[in-house]
């Protein structure tokens, strides 16, 4: 996996405020695009976080 987390549907704001806050030790990935809009095929992160518009592909359970 390319991230540690994973943010999709981050505002600005709280993207600014999670770099802040959050531990630099880590590799993270932030869209304000839901996960469908990124057209990202395999799991980027073992830690995805979603508002309501992202549906997460079948094969990220796997």
Wanted: aromatic share 14%; no cysteine; hydrophobic share 35%.
């Amino acid at each position: 996996m390319e991230y540690d987390v994973a943010f999709y549907e981050v505002f600005a704001e709280e993207e600014e405020l999670l770099r802040k806050y959050l531990p630099n030790n880590y590799d993270y990935l932030f869209t304000a695009k839901s996960i469908q809009d990124t057209a990202t095929s395999s799991l980027p992160a073992r830690v995805i976080s979603i508002r309501t518009q992202s549906e997460i592909p079948e094969n990220w359970g796997d």
